[in-house]
């Protein structure tokens, strides 16, 4: 599903990316381990393109992301096609971003309606049933400002999955919770790994990762330094800099 | 346990309040009374603020304000979208467009507008004079000055909303333009609002300049009136309660304005003044 090749990405004269090879294989959970600014939540913006790889390549379900290869060249995607593209994946981010100035179901509906352009009252009966799904029945009207952090981010997780996407990305979704809300976004994520969905997920949540994930990338200083299934990366793994780190996060 | 009595304490005595607020009551009295006794006869003030010409005159100032400052808000967005656009043609004429007409005098623009015969004496065939009225050089003229401010307003309430919000719109599959309509421009009114209250208020008074293009607006109708019967400081009073009259009906659909965009910045709404009173009224006194 996710295909990543020595994909590069700098800023300016910083090189945050400096060559990352992944792969992701259809309804399997990755997620991707580090320390802070070792390039990782960027490498998950540059799968559905709100970063530009600088060089390498990067492809989602066979197909290139931002660009389309025409014999040896390459063309930049229009700014159609690239949301058309990103309409496909699922995001949730560390601060939510839910929009304020809408209600649970407005987040949920206002993308298949909009975009998708699905009927309102088939929108909003998908809506419901999401947000049902991640325990928020009883808040379908009631403005972001009025959830806690928990219920935003199930909020948020229900608003990518109303877009049926075929793979969902996870920036940290449980970083700027309290501690005892973080469980509940886990286990919507959890039933959602059980459903199938193929997932991305940046996290600093190790139980979860050894629990959920089929594949565990240990990215430090723009590189995977270490990747294989949880029980090897999180439990035994072979190289230093992964050994200290799990130290730390312990 | 029973509650503690209630602490019974002398609060604290506020002597300059009371002293301030009679010197500012003594002076306002003696002003209404120099006002009263001066050589203005106001039973002419009052008469004139319901004759025709000036009520008529007063609709036009609320007609040329309202469709001055509309034409000014639809300006100002699209000059705001094209500077952010990234696109460097739109963004260059969207900055020489603000540098023009904010570099010059809204009163030099009037007149140029209503001249414009000057240098162009005929418009696809037809006599520039007879097109510009003074109604139409008016409109031009406020609100193309006006949309140069509001694109500095739209401007800074679509920077004032924060970044994420348009990375989500995005990773919903949301383009530009649907983006700008349904995430960000909703949110950023919550910032331009006030401002732009501001500037219709402003423009309540500057469209007064339109007097000088012949325009029969308020200060227009007063002035045809004054230079005949000669009473003049009347009549610029009648004027003034017209201003302040329209002014604060404004002020207070402002209010309530804002109320309706707040929705989602806080957690409840802020009480109206007429639910705060109700509330107070039967509300039980507080010991």
Not at chain 2, 17 to 37: D, E, K, P, T, Y
Not at chain 2, 62 to 82: K, N
Not at chain 2, 222 to 242: G, H, K, M, R
Request: charged share 20%.
């Amino acid at each position: 599903m996710v295909l990543a090749e020595q994909v590069h990405k700098h800023f300016g004269k910083l090189e945050v990316l400096k060559g990352i090879d992944l792969q992701v294989e259809r309804g399997q959970v990755c997620c991707l381990l580090g320390p802070s600014g070792s390039g990782k939540s960027t490498f998950l913006r540059c799968i559905n393109h709100l970063e530009r790889v600088t060089a390498g390549r990067l492809s989602v379900d066979g197909e290139l992301v931002g660009y389309r290869e025409q014999g040896e060249k390459l063309y930049e995607l229009r700014e159609t096609e690239t949301a058309a593209k990103r309409a496909e994946i699922g995001m949730v981010f560390q601060r939510f971003n839910l929009f304020p100035h809408m209600t649970a179901l407005g987040n949920v509906v206002e993308a298949p309606i909009r975009v998708r352009r699905q009927p309102r009252e088939q929108a909003v009966a998908r809506g419901r049933a999401l947000l049902d799904r991640v325990g928020l029945a009883d808040k379908v009207d009631a403005y972001p400002a009025q959830l806690s952090g928990g219920q935003q981010q199930r909020v948020a997780i229900a608003r990518a999955l109303a877009m049926d996407p075929k793979l969902m990305l996870f920036d940290e979704p449980t970083s700027a919770l309290d501690p005892e809300l973080v469980g509940e976004v886990l286990d919507v994520m959890r039933d959602l790994a059980s459903d199938g969905m193929t997932m991305v997920v940046v996290t600093h949540e190790m139980g979860f990762a050894r629990e959920v994930a089929d594949e565990v990338v240990f990215i430090d200083g723009g590189v995977v330094v270490e990747s294989g299934p949880p029980a090897q990366v999180i439990d035994d793994p072979v190289m230093k800099r992964t050994r200290d780190f799990l130290r730390k996060v312990r | 346990m029973t509650a503690p009595e209630p602490l019974v304490a002398v609060p604290v005595r506020h002597w300059g309040r009371w002293v301030s607020g009679a010197l500012v009551i003594a002076s306002l009295v003696a002003l209404v009374n120099a006002f009263a006794h001066a050589d203005v006869r106001w039973s002419t003030t009052k008469h004139f603020l319901t004759v025709d010409t000036i009520v008529s005159g007063a609709g036009r100032t609320l007609l040329i304000s309202v469709l001055a400052q509309a034409l000014g808000i639809v300006i100002g967005v699209v000059v705001a979208v094209m500077r952010q656009s990234g696109n460097p043609v739109t963004g260059a004429v969207a900055w020489l467009y603000v540098w023009f007409f904010r570099g010059t005098p809204v009163l030099l623009q009037l007149l140029i507008w209503y001249n414009l015969a000057l240098v162009f004496p005929t418009i696809l065939g037809h006599s520039t004079n007879d097109l510009m009225t003074p109604f139409l050089a008016a409109l031009l003229g406020l609100g193309i000055n006006e949309g140069a401010y509001m694109a500095e307003i739209v401007r800074a309430g679509l920077a004032s909303v924060d970044e994420g919000q348009s990375e989500a719109a995005q990773s919903l599959g949301m383009t530009r333009g649907l983006m700008l309509r349904r995430i960000v421009l909703p949110q950023a009114m919550r910032v331009i609002i006030p401002p732009t209250g501001n500037e219709f208020i402003n423009m309540l008074k500057t469209s007064s300049l339109a007097f000088t293009i012949q325009y029969a607006e308020l200060l227009r109708a007063a002035t045809s009136i004054y230079t005949s019967n000669l009473q003049v400081i009347e009549l610029l009073f009648t004027v003034a309660v017209w201003y302040l009259l329209l002014t604060s009906v404004f002020s207070v659909f402002q209010y309530y304005l804002e109320r309706r965009f707040s929705r989602g910045a806080s957690r409840e709404l802020t009480p109206t003044p007429l639910q705060r009173l109700r509330a107070n009224l039967t509300k039980a006194p507080r010991l």
